[in-house]
T-cell receptor
């Protein structure tokens, strides 16, 4: 399966702990996007990355959240000192190019984060 | 500010009963409008991209159309397996590659 792979699928953390969410893009894709889906809300953009670069982090909370997409390995969304309000489904998407036609973003099945 | 509004929030159909879902959008410069399907516990699955007013695309029982203010997803003779949440999203030339999503329409098709 050459789709977008996210792990873990489910993650439970206690308040104050750290959460690390991983995303491996589709083969050949160098653009990665993270979105968050809060209960009863739509998908909201968080951050857009290319290899070793953050292109747009306008949707990322200013504190406790960070993202990276290293030269080797998956993209990581990191949430420090988690709070109950961080409970959500976090989706990763990848695309071949960000501005080319017929190159939509393809999504993984998400990580469901629950904070106790 | 870019905005996407989908209606209705929920739609219940009988198998074979055709209908349409609406996506109204406000965007400074439309790069593309995207339709996705999302099943419970899954990520959005890409269906269509539309780029300019008047454009139409079809896939099996689904047909997407685009005007300057809205898009419709027409479902012809739906089957129970078409039950899902349908999401509409836009890309703005002035906002980079990010997608701006609507809240979705939850479609239920009963046999």
């Amino acid at each position: 399966n050459a789709g977008v792979m996210q792990n873990p699928r489910h993650l439970v953390r206690r308040r104050g702990q750290e959460a690390r969410l991983r995303c491996s893009p589709m083969k050949g894709h160098s653009h990665v996007y993270w979105y968050r889906q809060l209960p009863e809300e739509g998908l909201k953009f968080m951050v857009y990355l290319q290899k070793e670069n953050i292109i747009d982090e306008s949707g990322m909370p200013k504190e406790r959240f960070s993202a990276e997409f290293p030269k080797e390995g998956p993209s990581i969304l990191r949430i420090q000192q988690v709070v109950r309000g961080d409970s959500a489904a976090y989706f990763c998407a990848s695309s071949l190019l960000d501005r080319a036609r017929e190159q939509p973003q393809h999504f993984g099945d998400g990580t469901r984060l629950s904070i106790l | 500010e870019d905005q996407v509004t989908q209606s209705p929030e929920a739609l219940r159909l009988q198998e074979g009963e055709s209908s349409s879902l609406n996506c109204s959008y406000t965007v400074s410069g439309l790069r593309g409008l995207f339709w996705y399907r999302q099943d419970p516990g899954k990520g959005p699955e890409f269906l269509f991209t539309l780029y300019s007013a008047g454009e139409e695309k079809e896939k099996e029982r689904l047909k997407a159309t685009l005007t300057k203010k809205e898009s419709f997803l027409h479902i012809t003779a739906p089957k129970p397996e078409d039950s899902a949440t349908y999401l509409c999203a836009v890309q703005d030339y002035n906002q980079g590659g990010k997608l701006i999503f609507g809240q979705g329409t939850e479609l239920s098709v009963k046999p």
